[in-house]
């Protein structure tokens, strides 16, 4: 037999060997769902447009909000705004960027209270941990050491009931 034949749609019908399979009610939704959905998202124009509203607004969330590339990104701006306030040699520059990249990396530039950012302006306003030394010209981050307290140890029932 010819493969032409064989693959004609009355051959198939017509020929006891071949059995024919429906597709299942699941395959048929999926399907005609992905049909729908292309239509609607096919057009480049309104996929580039969402992504430039997502480019404009990723910047305009809270600190705590925002993924450490974000954070990254912010903190060069700041570092650059600092460089042009203080001065600052490149050497300066890049110690000051490794210090506070190093921090942003361990999660120690996290909470809203150590970091003022504005996020209608997208950018940070001031780091409070961050000092600068003018004699030095060398910037620290003054980090708290939270002081683990004692844990107490559980009573027994009959502590409990003598207090």
């Given at each position: 037999m010819?493969?032409?034949?064989?693959?004609?749609?009355?051959?198939?019908?017509?020929?006891?060997?071949?059995k024919v399979y429906k597709k299942p009610m699941q395959?048929?939704?999926?399907?005609?769902?992905?049909r729908t959905n292309l239509s609607k998202t096919n057009d480049s124009i309104d996929i580039n447009s969402y992504i430039d509203k997502e480019k404009e607004n990723i910047f305009h969330q809270t600190w705590t909000k925002l993924n450490n590339g974000s954070k990254l990104n912010r903190i060069?701006?700041?570092?650059?705004?600092?460089?042009?306030?203080?001065?600052?040699?490149?050497?300066?520059?890049?110690d000051l960027s490794q210090l506070l990249v190093t921090a942003c990396n361990k999660n120690k530039l996290n909470k809203i209270n150590e970091v003022?950012?504005?996020?209608?302006?997208?950018?940070?306003?001031?780091?409070?941990?961050?000092?600068?030394?003018?004699?030095?010209?060398?910037?620290?981050?003054?980090?708290?050491?939270?002081?683990?307290?004692?844990?107490?140890?559980?009573?027994?029932?009959?502590?409990?009931?003598?207090?």
């Amino acid at each position: 037999m010819d493969l032409k034949n064989i693959l004609e749609e009355d051959n198939i019908k017509n020929n006891p060997n071949v059995k024919v399979y429906k597709k299942p009610m699941q395959l048929k939704d999926i399907e005609r769902r992905s049909r729908t959905n292309l239509s609607k998202t096919n057009d480049s124009i309104d996929i580039n447009s969402y992504i430039d509203k997502e480019k404009e607004n990723i910047f305009h969330q809270t600190w705590t909000k925002l993924n450490n590339g974000s954070k990254l990104n912010r903190i060069n701006l700041f570092i650059n705004e600092l460089k042009d306030k203080h001065e600052l040699s490149d050497t300066e520059t890049n110690d000051l960027s490794q210090l506070l990249v190093t921090a942003c990396n361990k999660n120690k530039l996290n909470k809203i209270n150590e970091v003022i950012y504005d996020k209608e302006e997208a950018r940070i306003k001031d780091i409070k941990i961050l000092l600068f030394d003018e004699n030095l010209r060398k910037f620290s981050l003054n980090i708290e050491k939270v002081k683990n307290k004692p844990k107490s140890k559980s009573k027994s029932n009959i502590e409990k009931l003598l207090k």
